[in-house]
C-alpha cells in the first residue's frame, strides 16, 4: 500500500516522534510505500511548558518527513491536504493522542474521506489525562470521520467504544521502543552518573502531577529502613518543580536521590536505563505509558500501578508488579519484595513477554483492517 503516516516526527522531539519513526521503517520493511505528515508547529508556546519541542539530541532513525502542518493553522491543514492529494495514497495512518489535535485531523480525514482515502487512527489515548473544558467535543470530532481504529489497551477500547459505537477497531499492545542505543554494561553506566555500588531506582520521563512522582519520593522513607536504595529522577519538570525539591527536603531523603532534571537526548536515555534495577512509573492517571516498552527494550523490570492499561503491560509478580495509585507504602513494599527476591526471574520474564509486544504485529493488523474493513481500499 501507498500510506502516509500524520504525527509528529524528528525534529519534533519526544515519544509520538519515536514512534512514528519505528512504524514507518517497519511498514517499509514489510514492502509499504510509506511518507510521514509532521508539523511545523505542534503546540503554540502558550501551551507548551518545557523548554523546547525541538529534539536536541541525535536522529536514531532517520526519517524524511514533510512539516506541511501548523496545529493551529487551519489554511495549513488545507494545503496539507492538496500534498495529500498529489501523492495519491491508500491509507492515511493517524497517530492520536490528545483532543488538541482533533480539528486539524478531522479535517484531513473527512477530505480523504471525499477522495475514496482510506483513514486509521492509533490511539495512545481517548480520553486526555489532563481534562480541560471542551475535551468531549473535541474528541467526539477527532473520531468522527476515522473508518478504523487501533487501541493498545482495553481502557483505550472501553473509550473509544464510549465515543464511536460500533467502531471497528483491532487492540494491539503498544510496541517495545527499539529506537535507542543498546545497553552499557551496568556498573560503566553508574560509574558514568556518580552512582556507587547501590541498589538503584528509576522515574524517566517529563514531570507532571498525573505521573505521580511525589509518591515515589515519599516511598523513599519506607525503603531505606529496610534498605540501601537510590532514586534516579530523570526527566524535564513541565509542573511542580519546587513542591518536589521541597518534598525530598523535608523527608530528609536528598541523599538518596539523583536528579536529572533536564530533557533528556536519545543518545543518553541507554546510560540511565542501563544504571537502572527497576523503573517505576507511580502514576495517578494513565492509558498506557511507552516508558515501560522502553524498559523492556533494555530488559527491565517495572512497577506500575493499577490504573488504565498499565497493568495490561505489566503482570503483576513477573515482569514487576502492579500496586494501587496514590499509595507510597504499596509502592515501597513492592520494591523491597522485588529485592528480597532478586532480579534474575523478572527479567527473563520481560525477555519472554516483550516478544509479544513486536510491530510485525501491528503492522499486520493494520494490513488486517485495511484489507477487510476498509472499503475504499
Avoid at 44 to 63: A, H, N, W
Avoid at 75 to 83: C, M, P
Amino acid at each position: 500500500m501507498r500510506i502516509i503516516i500524520v504525527g509528529t516526527a524528528y525534529p519534533m522531539r519526544g515519544g509520538i516522534a519515536h514512534y512514528v519513526a519505528l512504524l514507518s521503517r517497519h511498514m517499509k520493511a514489510r514492502g509499504h510505500e510509506v511518507q510521514i505528515l509532521s508539523f511545523s508547529r505542534q503546540y503554540p508556546s502558550l501551551l507548551f511548558p518545557g523548554k523546547t519541542q525541538m529534539d536536541e539530541g541525535r536522529d536514531l532513525i532517520p526519517v524524511r518527513a514533510s512539516a506541511l502542518l501548523d496545529s493551529i493553522n487551519p489554511v495549513s491543514w488545507l494545503r496539507a491536504f492538496q500534498w495529500i492529494r498529489r501523492q495519491n495514497p491508500d491509507l492515511l495512518v493517524f497517530k492520536y493522542w490528545m483532543p488538541f489535535f482533533a480539528p486539524c485531523y478531522a479535517t484531513l480525514a473527512f477530505l480523504a474521506g471525499r477522495r475514496g482515502i482510506g483513514t486509521l487512527s492509533v490511539c495512545d489515548n481517548i480520553v486526555p489525562h489532563e481534562k480541560k473544558p471542551g475535551d468531549r467535543l473535541l474528541t467526539r470530532l477527532g473520531l468522527r470521520f476515522m473508518d478504523a481504529f487501533i487501541v493498545q489497551s482495553r481502557s483505550v477500547l472501553d473509550d473509544l467504544l464510549s465515543f464511536r459505537p460500533g467502531a471497528k477497531y483491532t487492540l494491539v499492545p503498544h510496541p517495545v521502543y527499539e529506537i535507542f542505543p543498546s545497553a552499557l554494561d551496568r556498573d560503566d553506566a553508574r560509574k558514568q552518573l556518580g552512582i556507587g555500588n547501590e541498589r538503584v531506582l528509576l522515574y524517566f520521563g517529563f514531570i507532571r502531577a498525573y505521573k505521580g512522582l511525589r509518591y515515589a519520593v515519599e516511598a523513599l522513607p519506607f525503603i531505606l529502613k529496610k534498605m540501601r536504595v537510590r532514586l534516579v529522577i530523570c526527566g524535564e519538570f513541565y509542573e511542580g518543580r519546587r513542591e518536589i525539591m521541597d518534598l525530598i527536603e523535608s523527608l530528609g531523603v536528598r541523599n538518596a536521590v539523583t536528579l536529572a532534571t533536564e530533557f533528556i537526548p536519545n543518545e543518553k536515555v541507554a546510560l540511565y536505563f542501563s544504571a537502572a534495577d527497576l523503573v517505576v512509573l507511580p502514576y495517578v492517571s494513565a492509558t498506557q505509558s511507552g516508558i515501560v516498552q522502553i524498559a523492556y527494550h533494555y530488559d527491565k523490570p517495572v512497577i506500575v500501578t493499577r490504573v488504565g492499561g498499565l497493568p495490561e503491560a505489566v503482570p503483576d509478580g513477573e515482569t514487576g508488579y502492579v500496586v494501587p495509585p496514590r499509595d507510597s507504602r504499596a509502592l515501597a513494599d513492592a520494591v523491597i519484595r522485588f529485592y528480597e527476591r532478586g532480579e534474575s526471574s523478572f527479567i527473563r520474564a520481560v525477555r519472554r513477554i516483550k516478544r509479544n509486544f513486536s510491530w510485525e504485529r501491528l503492522i499486520e493488523a493494520i494490513e488486517e483492517l485495511a484489507e477487510h474493513e476498509i472499503h475504499q481500499i
